[in-house]
């Protein structure tokens, strides 16, 4: 079956512009979880999703960082007059439920490059 | 709080020669602990999880982890390196709650011919 996709794979955008960027999860996965990957920061938490709401979004960086989730599957997170310092792969996985143990999977990415 | 160190963030073998790639954990209760997979330039992949069933877990490709609470680690282990497992291993711990992951910083494994 189809796993997790994220578009765009790259995208460069120009410091202060807005993006966007997409999260289709596999089916039926209710738990969606954004991550981002950056040099020096590791694999960092942004965003949880539940069906549609977020019950944790303390990984987000600043009010800068927002994220939906609509129908209960594709999610987006859109990233507000960018800074060089938002340059990473963001990374969305999915779940088919909550709990300590299940296991997430993961998408390709989003490159993200901040002129 | 949960937190995951691993060790070393470079580790080089030959091939044919076993892998260790270190991690320890800390966690207020039983913690679920995963490793993953980044090959270059593709998605994060499961090798395998502990999730309190048995303490020594096997995963795909050969590799396995042992759980070990007085030691507080979950190293991962092959016997034999390939040249295809070439890639940067994370181990994670799964948090209650909302359930997120929290990683570790990656440990690059360079296999040598």
């Known amino acids: 079956g189809a796993g997790v996709s994220q578009s765009p794979s790259n995208k460069v955008t120009e410091k202060g512009k807005d993006v966007e960027l997409r999260c289709d999860p596999i089916?039926?996965?209710?738990?969606l979880y954004w991550y981002r990957q950056s040099l020096g920061q590791g694999l960092e938490f942004l965003i949880y999703?539940?069906?549609?709401?977020?019950?944790?979004k303390s990984g987000l960086p600043s009010d800068r960082f927002s994220a939906e989730r609509t129908g209960g599957s594709v999610s987006t997170l859109t990233i507000q007059r960018t800074q060089q310092e938002d340059s990473a792969v963001y990374l969305c996985?999915?779940?088919?439920?909550?709990?300590?143990?299940?296991?997430?999977?993961f998408g390709p990415g989003t490159r993200l490059t901040v002129l | 709080a949960q937190s995951v160190t691993q060790l070393d963030s470079h580790v080089s073998v030959s091939e044919g020669t076993p892998v260790l790639l270190r991690c320890n954990y800390s966690?207020?209760?039983?913690?679920?602990l995963f490793w993953y997979v980044q090959h270059p330039n593709k998605g994060l992949q499961l090798l395998l999880k502990?999730?309190?069933?048995?303490?020594l877990v096997k995963g795909i490709n050969g590799f396995e982890a042992e759980f070990k609470k007085s030691e507080t680690s979950f190293h991962l282990t092959k016997p034999s390196a390939h040249m295809s497992d070439a890639a940067e291993y994370f181990c994670?711990?799964?948090?209650?709650?909302?359930?997120?992951?929290?990683f570790g910083t990656g440990t690059r494994l360079k296999v040598l011919a």
């Open positions: 999703f539940q069906g549609n709401s977020a019950p944790d």
């Open positions: 994670v711990v799964g948090t209650s709650g909302t359930y997120k992951y929290i």
């Open positions: 996985a999915s779940s088919p439920r909550t709990g300590m143990d299940n296991e997430q999977f």
């Open positions: 089916s039926g996965h209710t738990a």
């Open positions: 502990y999730t309190s069933a048995a303490t």
């Open positions: 966690s207020s209760y039983s913690p679920s």
